[in-house]
């Protein structure tokens, strides 16, 4: 079993900037090692459905996904020695205020865009833009 913990939510001003962090840890990390791990990021927003922020697979492989809205303005990053993902906002607008979670699964098939291919999630974490 993955357990993850999310942290760096906030309340910032519209054009400010925050980082979350999504930290990693449990018996399966241990064994699979974390570097093995694709980890996305989720939001959702209050009456809104979950939906896709951005994705980073398995190491060696970084490939990084984001959805459109968010594209240019965040970046997700990895650091495997910390068993942790971050993700960088920037230029933030109230739109995007959110409850943001994170997710993980091993390396495999599917699509990292979708919530349900993801077996392991965090507890989330408030993110408010004010105007």
């Known amino acids: 079993q993955v357990q993850l913990v999310e942290s760096g939510g906030g309340l910032v001003q519209a054009g400010g900037s925050l980082r979350l962090s999504c930290v990693a840890s449990?018996?399966?990390?241990?064994?699979?090692?974390?570097?093995?791990?694709?980890v996305g990021w989720f939001r959702k927003a209050p009456g809104k459905e979950r939906e896709f922020v951005s994705t980073?697979?398995?190491?060696?492989?970084?490939?990084?996904k984001y959805a459109d809205a968010v594209q240019g303005r965040f970046t997700i990053s990895r650091d495997n020695a910390k068993n942790t993902v971050y993700l960088q906002m920037n230029s933030l607008k109230p739109e995007v205020t959110a409850v943001y979670y994170c997710?993980?699964?091993?390396?495999?098939?599917?699509?990292?865009?979708?919530?349900?291919?993801?077996?392991?999630w965090g507890q989330g974490t408030q993110v408010t833009v004010s105007s």
């Open positions: 980073i697979t398995q190491s060696g492989d970084n490939r990084t």
């Open positions: 449990g018996r399966t990390i241990r064994n699979y090692t974390f570097r093995n791990y694709v």
């Open positions: 997710a993980a699964r091993l390396y495999g098939s599917g699509d990292y865009g979708i919530g349900r291919q993801y077996t392991d």
